[in-house]
């Protein structure tokens, strides 16, 4: 739902090309996304934050306090701007974000490409096997794969059951926690329960772009007693202070002669991903062996699910966010699913569980 009609027509086009979704409407600015929303009681909502009569922030507020449970994806630019009103956005209850098309440079049938890449896989895996539209015949809807990926074989470098991996370490020296769909949120929340006693340095993968990343590490500082902020090339990793990777870079740990520091590369991206989940973990087993805590917290995708094998297998203890309390899980439940999870905890008892297992 945009105030653009170039832009509405761009995401219609693009969501109707897939048999899967039905497109039940579209508005032209916030208060009619609102009706709309009312009558039409959709699976999934797309908002652009910027909208006439009412923006898209309002809008958002209105419809998550009349259905609290809606998913709502808002649409923002890459600017400042837009990721301050991005971050705003999530910690309102919207589910998900991705930047605003654009027919220029490539023209339309690109801009549409991108829509459909983008936006298809984050509706099906917050609809679900419901999809889109409940006038599709149940025999028709089959259970997206929210993960984006094929699943792993057992003894590509992944247990398979846990009674296979090795017993959890008891002397944890490092955190490295990994998220995508929803994790502003959950980060949020978890960092808000750590103090500056926190006995271990943290790293932090979110997938975002660049803008966004620092940002979120600005608003995670401000509600944590920990230092929280974006990674810059060479920083000490130590206790008392949680490292963001930053957009468009991967963030990996590496030993020096008296400390443990951070370097940021831009090597291929994995799992489709930079920052990925998987750079950070494999660089922490690197290092520390198997006396790291990982977390793996809501999120599209299977990011993480190898790093997470390679640390389970060497002692490492991997703590993973429960469905009930996950945006989307596919990344924790792919962790889980293999046998690789020590720990499924809600969210609201994550900050507790890695203070216990940290000290």
């Given amino acids: 739902m945009d105030d653009s009609a170039l832009v509405r027509r761009l995401v219609t086009t693009a969501l109707t090309g897939d048999p899967g979704i039905e497109v039940v409407g579209v508005a032209v600015n916030g208060l009619d996304a609102i009706a709309k929303t009312d009558e039409l009681l959709p699976d999934v909502v797309t908002l652009d934050i910027e909208m006439p009569e009412l923006d898209g922030l309002g809008a958002l507020r209105i419809i998550r306090e009349r259905h609290p449970r809606q998913a709502v994806i808002m649409f923002s630019t890459l600017t400042e701007r837009g990721a301050r009103q991005t971050l705003e956005a999530l910690s309102l209850g919207a589910a998900d974000y991705l930047t605003k098309p654009s027919a220029s440079g490539g023209g339309v049938s690109e801009a549409v490409a991108t829509v459909r890449e983008q936006l298809v896989p984050r509706i099906k895996a917050l609809a679900g096997v419901r999809l889109i539209a409940a006038a599709v015949p149940a025999s028709r809807i089959q259970a997206p794969d929210v993960r984006g990926q094929e699943p792993v074989a057992p003894g590509h470098g992944i247990a398979a059951r846990s009674q296979e991996l090795a017993a959890p370490s008891l002397g944890i020296e490092a955190v490295v926690i990994g998220c995508s769909t929803g994790g502003p949120d959950a980060l949020a929340r978890i960092f808000a329960d750590l103090d500056s006693d926190f006995p271990v340095p943290i790293a932090v993968v979110q997938h975002m772009p660049p803008i966004f990343t620092r940002m979120l590490a600005e608003r995670l500082n401000k509600v944590s007693g920990l230092e929280v902020r974006e990674a810059v090339d060479g920083d000490e990793w130590r206790p008392g202070l949680a490292l963001l990777a930053p957009g468009d870079f991967h963030l990996k740990l590496r030993r020096g002669p008296t400390r443990v520091d951070v370097f940021l590369d831009q090597s291929e991206p994995e799992n489709f991903c930079r920052p990925a989940v998987d750079a950070l973990f494999r660089s922490a087993l690197s290092v520390f062996g198997g006396n790291v805590l990982a977390c793996v917290l809501t ?29 989307v899980w596919g990344m924790p439940g792919a962790v889980a699913e293999a046998g690789l999870a020590h720990e499924t905890v809600p969210l609201d008892q994550i900050a507790r569980r890695l203070v216990r297992l940290s000290t």
């Fill in 299 to 327: 999120g599209m995708g299977q990011d993480g699910l190898v790093g997470a094998g390679e640390l389970a297998c060497r002692g490492a203890t991997i703590v993973v966010q429960d469905e009930p309390s996950s945006v």
